[in-house]
């Protein structure tokens, strides 16, 4: 995949919706083993991610319903999660040198949340408010 340039979207919030269908249709090896993301990350290839509180608490737990965890192995750190929902996506749409990091010279497209997600328990990360929207530098939505 990195070879080939392919950026895959991950959907680590999947785990929560259809995690209980994966483990039971599929069995625990492959249920462990759907959506590889800490793999692929370190092999070197831009995941991304959408859902964004929804897809970090899963690519940090990858809890399914039944509150079992598939994957162990494959869950990230929140940083690694913030990545995937921002700098490899806007790779992924060959926009890295204008969007995805907050630097000089990029579009200040962002959201600032209620809380800060690194003091959030990670069970309370869906739950986390947006206090503002900025699109390209200017307010779009304040709470």
């Known amino acids: 995949m990195r070879a080939q340039h392919i950026v895959p979207a991950m959907q680590p919030g999947f785990f929560w919706e259809f995690g ?6 599929y069995g625990r090896h492959r249920a462990d083993t759907v959506s590889p993301v800490k793999r692929l990350i370190t092999a070197g290839v831009p995941v991304t991610h959408d859902a ?6 899963q690519a940090l737990t990858r809890k399914i319903m039944a509150r079992e965890v598939c994957g162990f192995d494959e869950r990230v ?4 999660a913030l990545r995937t929902h921002t700098i490899h996506n806007a790779f992924a749409s060959c926009e890295e040198g204008l ?3 907050l630097e000089p010279g ?5 959201v600032v949340l209620a809380e800060n997600i690194r ?5 309370r990360l869906r739950e986390v408010g947006v206090a503002m929207t900025v699109v390209g530098g200017a307010v779009v939505y304040e709470a």
């Open 52 to 57: 964004p509180l929804v897809g970090i608490e």
């Open 77 to 80: 750190a929140l940083t690694t």
């Open 20 to 25: 209980d269908g994966y483990l039971q249709n």
């Open 106 to 110: 990029k579009a200040a497209d962002m």
């Open 119 to 123: 003091r959030v328990s990670v069970e």
């Open 99 to 101: 969007k995805g990091s």
